[in-house]
């Protein structure tokens, strides 16, 4: 089956500040085909070090492919970035001057119907991001109750229907296909918004076998450990959830107060770890949404260290 080749969202702008750092060594945590890493290179054509982690074996192994032609040295891990400070210590490596973190999916994820994480085309009911995961969204429809179903699509998605369609689920299951699935959702919630349900379910459901949310927070403390001194740690974000996570952890990290708000002097002595440079999180361009539309729902935020 031929897929459209990833484009990396934003990477202009993240590249732009991997060289910002003026550093040699630089980290993705989710490496996918290496997008950022080649584009740095191409950019620069100096010799790095990258790192980068991911759970899926076929990102890995383009990731091998389409850096090849760099003049960089390059290490790899198969897992999860939650494992982050494992993998530094296997690795041996004391520091490095840019952190990624691009959450979410990548194109040939989503384009690949045998790995079900799209409602666009039939493919098994998976939704793993390590393909040989028992725990995959199959499971967890034909198995979860019917409190554990709605709590988690809402809990992940924020879908108002939550409730009605994890009763639908359990009318309807077993459940094997993800059209099946898409198909379920789409009779619950008919009328203008039903892709947009469609997708909350689908996304909802990834992101709790997943794990996504708690990587993200056990993993950013020790990058910040990770990063040298005016090194960057760069988030992309695709729903409202994970934006929530790495902003307020951005702020708690670049306070220079942490006494509870009830406190009428500040005793803490905290020193802040991080400077925001990102305000706001920065949207894509026109530009960038005109050839590449899926990069619409993306947020990118920064932070340097101190």
């Known amino acids: 089956m031929l897929m459209k080749p990833h484009q990396p969202v934003q990477c202009e702008t993240v590249v732009d500040n991997m060289v910002a750092t003026g550093g040699s060594t630089h980290l993705d945590c989710t490496i996918g085909g290496g ?105 967890f429809v034909n198995t979860a109750s019917e409190k554990e179903l709605a709590d988690t699509i809402w809990k992940h998605s924020g879908e108002k229907r939550s409730r009605r369609i994890a009763a639908e689920i359990i009318r309807q299951r077993p459940l094997h296909r993800t059209v099946e699935l898409a198909n379920l959702v789409r009779r619950v919630c008919r009328g203008k918004y039903e892709i947009k349900s469609i997708s909350r379910v689908f996304m909802a459901i990834r992101v709790h076998l997943n794990c996504e949310l708690l990587a993200i927070e056990k993993s950013l403390p020790v990058a910040i450990d990770l990063l040298s001194k005016g090194g960057r740690i760069i988030v992309l974000s695709y729903d409202s959830e994970e934006d929530s996570r790495v902003k307020s952890f951005f702020k708690r990290e670049s306070a220079s107060c942490i006494c509870p708000p009830e406190s009428p002097v500040c005793n803490c002595n905290y020193k802040p770890r991080l400077v925001v440079l990102t305000k706001k999180a920065i949207k894509p361009s026109p530009d960038e949404l005109a050839t590449n539309p899926r990069s619409s729902a993306s947020r990118l935020r920064i932070a340097q260290r101190i």
């Open 35 to 139: 997008s950022f890493f080649k584009s740095l290179w191409k950019r620069t054509g100096l010799h790095y070090n990258f790192y980068g982690i991911d759970q899926d074996t076929e990102a890995l192994e383009r990731a091998t492919r389409n850096l090849a032609e760099c003049d960089c040295r390059l290490n790899l891990k198969h897992g999860n970035f939650a494992d982050l400070e494992e993998f530094v210590a296997e690795w041996g490596v004391s520091s490095v001057d840019s952190i990624i973190y691009d959450l979410g999916l990548s194109s040939e994820q989503i384009d690949n119907p045998a790995r079900g994480f799209s409602f666009m085309n039939d493919g098994p009911l998976k939704m793993t991001f390590h393909e040989d995961e028992e725990e995959n969204a199959e499971k």
